[in-house]
């Protein structure tokens, strides 16, 4: 917690010992893997913790610190104990009631837990929550895909740490950048570089000031806006760990700036991760904790996304009358038809995205014939500027033909997808063609199969967890 009366914590900086920042913020992230927590802490927090900014740890971070330093204290590790720090503790104290905590489940990911607990500045929610953004070097950055000046260059603050509308802008036209290549060319290749504008954008977040209000709030919607767009590149290159902590920043940002339609964006992003990572009941809670946030914002479309983020979750929980409920809202939703209140991001949300959504429900719930009936229509989708959803649908068509018993016409749909990754780089399509080359190797002695199998070249499956 930020305070003018910050009091150092030298009995933490004794136990950095002679390890700088980053290695210490590095030891931290092994630990917390060790007990299976998940904290994106760098070098900035250790040193907010150092400095006294940071009064008393959130709960993953305490129970870290306690594994790393058994038989110590949160007071012996220099931190204030938890009932002097205002908060639900120093309320029940005195007699008022807590606040509800909206998830109970402890199957469900520290991130959604976090993001109810963020309060004060920008500055003071991202050290207290430990999302700070992950920092990329901008050399190495450049090794892996080219100068960050292609997504747009962000300012610094000007003199005194004000800015304005030019520096807001920025940030702006980096995100648009953003999502134009990665429709275009996946996210492979731009995740290094991305990295470069969100640090600069939370820098002005963090230490800059506007003269209008106006411009702050496009400022923070900006930065979260952008947070979730690198995120997502995380998310489609295989990062899981990268894209977790990238949606917790975009939903802490999105509740201090009181921004629902940013935290909706949050929410929906995180409810996809956590499908593709097979947690499906933070799933089902992240997209009805969206809609909660979206329901005064007059987007029946972005509702119907949410609906069908929530109808992935259940298909995974194999909850099939609650995934067809979800679905029916997603239908319904989506048949009151565009609005001006669509966010901008939602440009990629059409019937081929919802006929996708719906196969891999079905496809989930182990009915494959419906799977690539819905598969059939989201593959139909021919619109050059989303060649990277083209490549997804398709994918998603050749698993649900694979899995259907149709390997010879699930060989040469995959190997459309083949054709269109020369210019599209996406570690989540290319792990999708690898479990179809799983399900179709019983089948090698067909010649299209044997062909789709030599040709795909194998990848890693998505890395992490959520």
Sequence with gaps: MASSRAVPNLAFRRLRGQRSPGEFAAAVRRAAREIGEQVACDARYIGRVESGEIRCPNYAYERVFLHMFPGRSLTDLGFVARERVRGRAARAAAGAPAPPTPFRND???????????TGGTATVAAASLGLGPVPVPAARAARRGGGADTLGTIPAPRAGGRFGDSEVA????????????????????LYARAAVPLRSAYALLDSGTAARQSTADRLHTGAGELALSVGWLAHDSGRVEDARSHYAEALATARVGGDPGLEAHAFSNTSFLARDAGRFREAVRAAQ????????????????????????????LADRAACEEALGRAHTLFGRGASDADPEWMSFFGEPELEFLEAQCWSLLGEPDRAVRHARRAAALNDPNFARNLALYRAQLAADLARGGAPEEAAAVGGQVLDLLGDVRSTRIESMLAETARVLHPHRARPEVAAFLTRRRPVAPLQGGV
């Design 289 to 316: 904790a969206g809609q909660h946030a979206a329901k005064h914002l007059s987007s029946a479309r972005l509702l119907s996304l949410l609906a069908l983020r929530e109808a992935g979750g259940w298909a995974g």
């Design 107 to 117: 199957e469900e990911s520290d991130v959604l837990r976090r993001a109810f607990m």
């Design 170 to 189: 920025a940030v702006e036209e980096a995100v648009r950048r953003i999502r134009l290549l990665d429709d275009r060319h996946g996210a492979d290749g």
